[in-house]
């Protein structure tokens, strides 16, 4: 009897634990960016983590989630806004979001009287945020919570149109974070690499906004996500976690260099 309510209390911890752009999504933008860091930048932030990877700490932001010290970070992940306008547009909320974190983080980054303390948090948080900003459902619309509140079926298991997008297709694929994302790193070529770069996170914003639209507008209510769903969408997940990786390492090289 204990047990289960043990179990019965977790669930929901455990489900919500999960809605988080998966980590391996997160990895792969770690990853990618750590080669395309310029020498100055590496050296800075392989002394700040204590030379631990980017990959490494992209996941930090998730797991104080489950500190309750922690709780005011939770609104940093994301940010919603009406489909079909501009985030510049858009009414603030009090509590912060992903752009204004995405802002703290690089004030504290450069400011030269913050605490090596702060500047770690915030390194990493950092790291965690130009990730999420490249899922699209964490740039949704409010009155679904960005797709948590779309239950949908992914094969035979429950899940929401957030979580697919967080984990359920990336997961589908197979692969680790090391061969994603080598495969995201070696299929571009400089050119592209540089035009995907430019712009700034207002725009790397207004872009995963606009793909979220199209997202919503690709299921129904209780669908069953399958086969065909993953192979339709597939590209944009790949193009998605590639831009996030070589504008981590932009977002960083102008921090540190
Ligand atoms: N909670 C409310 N909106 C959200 C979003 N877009 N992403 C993650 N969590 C949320
Ligand atoms: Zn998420
Ligand atoms: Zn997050």
């Given at each position: 009897?204990?047990?289960?309510?043990?179990?019965?209390?977790?669930?929901?911890?455990?489900s919500?634990?999960?809605?988080?752009?998966?980590?391996?999504?997160?990895?792969?933008?770690?990853?990618?960016?750590?080669?395309?860091?310029?020498?100055?930048?590496?050296k800075?932030?392989?002394?700040?983590?204590?030379?631990?990877?980017?990959?490494?700490?992209?996941?930090?932001?998730?797991?104080?989630?489950?500190?309750?010290?922690?709780?005011?970070y939770?609104?940093?992940?994301?940010?919603?806004?009406?489909?079909?306008?501009?985030?510049?547009?858009?009414?603030?909320?009090e509590?912060?979001?992903?752009?204004?974190?995405?802002?703290?983080?690089?004030?504290?980054?450069?400011n030269?009287?913050?605490?090596?303390?702060?500047?770690?948090f915030?390194?990493?948080?950092?790291?965690?945020?130009?990730?999420?900003?490249?899922?699209?459902?964490h740039?949704?619309?409010?009155?679904?919570?960005?797709?948590n509140?779309?239950?949908?079926?992914?094969?035979?298991?429950?899940?929401?149109?957030?979580?697919?997008?967080d984990s359920?297709?990336?997961?589908?694929y197979?692969?680790?974070?090391?061969?994603?994302a080598?495969?995201?790193?070696?299929?571009?070529?400089?050119k592209?690499?540089?035009?995907?770069q430019?712009?700034?996170?207002?725009?790397?914003?207004?872009?995963?906004h606009?793909?979220?639209?199209?997202?919503?507008?690709?299921?129904?209510?209780?669908?069953?996500?399958g086969?065909?769903y993953?192979?339709?969408?597939?590209?944009?997940?790949?193009?998605?976690?590639?831009?996030?990786?070589?504008?981590?390492?932009?977002?960083?090289?102008?921090?540190?260099?």
């Amino acid at each position: 009897m204990r047990f289960l309510l043990i179990l019965f209390l977790a669930l929901p911890t455990i489900s919500s634990a999960n809605a988080i752009w998966g980590k391996t999504g997160h990895r792969v933008t770690g990853q990618i960016a750590e080669k395309h860091l310029t020498r100055k930048a590496k050296k800075a932030i392989n002394k700040l983590l204590d030379g631990h990877s980017l990959a490494f700490v992209s996941t930090y932001a998730d797991e104080i989630k489950s500190d309750r010290a922690y709780s005011s970070y939770s609104p940093w992940h994301y940010v919603n806004y009406a489909l079909g306008t501009r985030y510049q547009d858009a009414s603030k909320s009090e509590f912060g979001d992903i752009v204004m974190a995405i802002e703290t983080c690089t004030n504290v980054l450069k400011n030269p009287n913050s605490s090596q303390e702060d500047k770690i948090f915030h390194l990493k948080l950092l790291v965690h945020f130009i990730g999420d900003l490249h899922q699209p459902m964490h740039a949704g619309r409010s009155a679904d919570k960005g797709g948590n509140d779309i239950q949908l079926q992914w094969f035979d298991q429950g899940t929401n149109l957030h979580r697919v997008w967080d984990s359920n297709l990336i997961d589908y694929y197979n692969m680790g974070y090391v061969e994603l994302a080598n495969e995201l790193d070696r299929s571009i070529d400089k050119k592209e690499r540089k035009q995907l770069q430019q712009g700034g996170v207002y725009d790397w914003l207004d872009e995963s906004h606009e793909f979220a639209a199209t997202i919503y507008s690709s299921v129904e209510v209780g669908e069953k996500l399958g086969y065909s769903y993953a192979y339709e969408y597939n590209d944009l997940v790949f193009s998605q976690l590639q831009k996030g990786g070589f504008r981590l390492a932009k977002v960083l090289n102008d921090i540190f260099s």
